[in-house]
C-alpha cells in the first residue's frame, strides 16, 4: 500500500524560505512522478511542481518557476521542495502526489491516487 507522509510547511513573511518534504513507501520509489499541488479554499488544486524520480527531470508551474525547487533524496525515497522568495499569494495548503510511472499531463490533480495529508504555508506581507 503506498503511503505519502509530507512534512515542513510553516509560517513566513513575504520575502522569506520554507521546506517542504514528502516521503514515499510501500512502492518502488524510482521511476515514477512526485509533484506538489496546493490549493485554496474553493479553488481547485494548482500543480506547483514535479519531479522524475527516474532522471530527475523537474518541471515548475509558472507562478512558482525561478523560486521553487523540487528535488530528491533517493536513498530516502524523499522529495523535496525548497520555496524562497515568498509571496502572500503562496498561501495555500499544500500537498505531496504520487503518480507511478509518468501521467499524461502531470499538472492535472486527478491523475494522482496517492495523496498525503496537507501542510499549510502561509505568507503575511
Known amino acids: 500500500q503506498v503511503q505519502v507522509v509530507h512534512s515542513g510547511g510553516g509560517s513566513v513573511q513575504a520575502g522569506g524560505s520554507l521546506r517542504l518534504s514528502c516521503t514515499v513507501s510501500?512502492?518502488?520509489?524510482?521511476?515514477?512522478?512526485v509533484a506538489w499541488f496546493r490549493q485554496t479554499p474553493g479553488m481547485s488544486r494548482e500543480g506547483v511542481a514535479s519531479?522524475?524520480?527516474?532522471?530527475?527531470?523537474?518541471y515548475y508551474g509558472h507562478s512558482v518557476k525561478g523560486r521553487f525547487t523540487i528535488s530528491q533524496d533517493s536513498a530516502k525515497n524523499t522529495v523535496n521542495l525548497e520555496m524562497n522568495s515568498l509571496k502572500p499569494e503562496d498561501t495555500a495548503m499544500y500537498y505531496c502526489?504520487?503518480?507511478?510511472?509518468?501521467?499524461?499531463?502531470?499538472?492535472?490533480?486527478?491523475?494522482?491516487?496517492?495523496w498525503g495529508q496537507g501542510a499549510q504555508v502561509t505568507v503575511s506581507s
Open positions: 519531479i522524475y524520480t527516474g532522471g530527475g527531470d523537474t
Open positions: 502526489a504520487f503518480h507511478e510511472g509518468w501521467p499524461p499531463d502531470w499538472v492535472n490533480h486527478r491523475y494522482y491516487k496517492n
Open positions: 510501500g512502492i518502488t520509489f524510482k521511476y515514477n512522478c
